[in-house]
């Protein structure tokens, strides 16, 4: 399994610069942005320049800055630009420290968190799995991005440790659930958006204002105990199976800094509602290339530029009905998954529910996660220039139910 | 239809004394006390009389509060019951505002909102209309309490205005989805738990902690529309059809003010799993007479006492998995609804679907809800010694979508 040629040169360079939330040893947590293996932290720098907007940086989350609004996150973002591209060079080296040196925080302080199903091969493989004696897609599918509310309190930054969760599943012929640790216990490979502009109860966010509402770009796993989803979901939908923990990465990059990443959609047929249509300029996709490692072997390699549905689709959809955003709220595109089974996702659709174990390369088998496994998902796009923008990894170790 | 005869008296004597976040004109929102129609504010009282956690009720939300942790919450309402029962008569009248000059602000910052579907009667008709070639409950439903996760950023106060959302219906045969305004815009009349106490990522919260977890009771009214939902609902659950407006009552009503309306559930078989199991003290139904009425007229006079899973079930199955709960997480019942039909919690019942219209005391019928209609919840339990614990009233008018 190979994945697409990068171009040359350190993974986090000037151009990226994404976000996040540092802390060195027991002091105050500050916002900073990653460039190569150092931080810069920002609420130094904008004390010692004098920034007007110098408060937002000294937070333990990068609500306040992105609180400021869309004009704000672009005059910051030239302004970190100006300092890195060496007008301020004294500065930067005395307000940055090596990213070994500090303990990276979950960024965001998450309002509500909705996960979208927008991968039409992700659909139709969980409904041949799970619905055999049904069509793949469900009905609605093609017209809507299908999503719901997940749990906000239990999203956790890379790096945390997963207790396997127990839970009931399906009885068998006694009819009583067994109960206990999972054991289908699973990953799911997605592209998180960071909501940073807020709206007005009863106001539809148009398809049109996704860029202003969009702050940036975080990879997501979330996490399935895909027994327990089995069992509970039918008729309200996933509960337990996914609440236990969903794992997001410590940097969010802005999604200015992905324009060059921008690309169609694969295509949408039938036509979609006028409130979920636009130029293809305001639907973007986005050409980001993803990859999912256990302990360190490369088991997938998902595209993003093959979901159905667009970023800028699903926001507005989830206002369409008047639901207000909140600074802070995180919506996921659902697992990424693709026609080439190099490309799928979540272990559920590579393995087909465990029938087909895959081997790593310490000859082990997996059908779903075993304890101390290590997933890792990485991505990356095309800058400007034939550069590379890294999105930030996300990574988590199994623990045994204890 | 009549409502149970409750005691004499006026609804919010002293033995009741719910908790809410007040607001007078421009001033800084503080916690508060309602007492008959005055409401005594608690910041101006502690500050008056040294209280040593005085901070905690100069804040616009009652989350400060209740991370004191159910130790102080019984210390603080025992304070409160002494300074109303008369050994500071002089600074609770000093202290004191009439009703009518305070707005009342959401009492709680939200963190997680879970609905359940404890009503059997209520997942039966659910079933009957929703599924009618299915059997009226999924086979899970008497195993586990069925939940979902709704959107915490849409819950609002009493008296908000809620806006008639707009939204994708199922197709006719031409294939394409119907959108617009809502035509089946219903309430849900359910009792809703605030969360006072967190628990730790990765340990579940046993039935018999309850009563350390729930700080208080509220009336809450899942606004649902039932074209959109039904439309959207398969495979992930409800999403537009609920998100658009919560509304919750003012006044949190302390768990501890109940202790007297503490009943057996109907009784559960088969037995339950050893998690969801206890003594019937540990998992302790709720003995609550509620009522729902439309532009004042009585329409529904649904009985707590009916619901097959309790609020101790519900916290103990949401947090089986490992699932953390933080300081202001809210779940709700779900529909309360029983066998009577004078006791069906939602129109979707009352009205099959809108097949069987309601008369109003004004002449006109009702499938579903009309711009303009009020739909008030209200509630009582006994207290002790034949005295009446009102539980907060919670109101709202549909307008028209803009």
């Not at 965001?108 to 793949?136: C, L």
């Not at 309200?236 to 609440?243: A, C, N, Q, W």
């Not at 410590?250 to 295509?267: D, K, Q, R, Y």
Request: overall charge negative; hydrophobic content about 40%.
């Amino acid at each position: 399994m190979t994945q697409p040629p990068s171009p040359p040169g350190s993974p986090y360079e000037a151009h990226t610069l994404p976000y996040g939330v540092c802390q060195r040893g027991a002091g105050e947590p500050t916002v900073c942005v990653r460039i190569d293996d150092s931080v810069l932290d920002l609420a130094a720098a904008a004390a010692a320049l004098g920034h007007p907007h110098a408060g937002v940086f000294a937070q333990a989350s990068l609500n306040p800055l992105m609180a400021l609004g869309p004009t704000a996150w672009r005059e910051i973002r030239r302004w970190v630009v100006s300092l890195v591209d060496g007008d301020r060079a004294e500065v930067v080296e005395r307000c940055s420290v090596d990213l070994a040196d500090v303990t990276m925080l979950l960024p965001v302080e998450v309002g509500d968190y909705v996960d979208f199903y927008a991968s039409e091969w992700h659909a139709a493989n969980v409904g041949k799995i799970f619905r055999p004696d049904s069509p793949a897609l469900p009905p609605n599918w093609k017209h809507l991005p299908i999503g719901y509310h997940g749990r906000s309190g239990t999203v956790v930054v890379s790096g945390t440790d997963i207790v396997r969760p127990q839970g009931q599943r399906r009885p068998g012929s006694d009819g009583v659930p067994p109960f206990g640790p999972s054991t289908k216990l699973d990953f799911e490979c997605e592209v998180g958006f960071i909501v940073g502009q807020a709206s007005e109860l009863g106001q539809p966010v148009p398809v049109s204002a996704a860029r202003e509402h969009i702050f940036g770009v975080v990879l997501l796993n979330d996490w399935s105990a895909r027994d327990i989803q089995a069992w509970e979901y039918v008729p309200l939908g996933p509960f337990l199976g996914k609440s236990f923990a969903t794992s997001i990465s410590a940097w969010v990059v802005p999604l200015e800094a992905l324009a060059a990443a921008e690309t169609a959609l694969p295509g949408q047929d039938p036509e979609p509602l006028p409130y979920l249509s636009g130029s293809n300029g305001d639907l973007f996709g986005l050409d980001l290339h993803l990859q999912v490692e256990i302990n360190g072997h490369l088991v997938a390699v998902p595209e993003f530029r093959d979901m159905y549905w667009s970023p800028a689709q699903m926001l507005a959809h989830m206002t369409v009905n008047g639901a207000s955003l909140r600074v802070g709220d995180l919506f996921a595109s659902g697992t990424v998954s693709g026609k080439d089974p190099q490309t799928l996702g979540s272990l559920l659709e590579t393995t087909w529910n465990g029938d087909r174990p895959i081997e790593l390369v310490d000859g082990s088998t997996r059908g779903f996660l075993e304890d101390g496994d290590v997933v890792t998902l990485r991505g990356w796009a095309a800058g400007h220039n034939e550069s590379r923008v890294t999105l930030g990894e996300v990574s988590g170790r199994i623990l045994d139910h204890r």
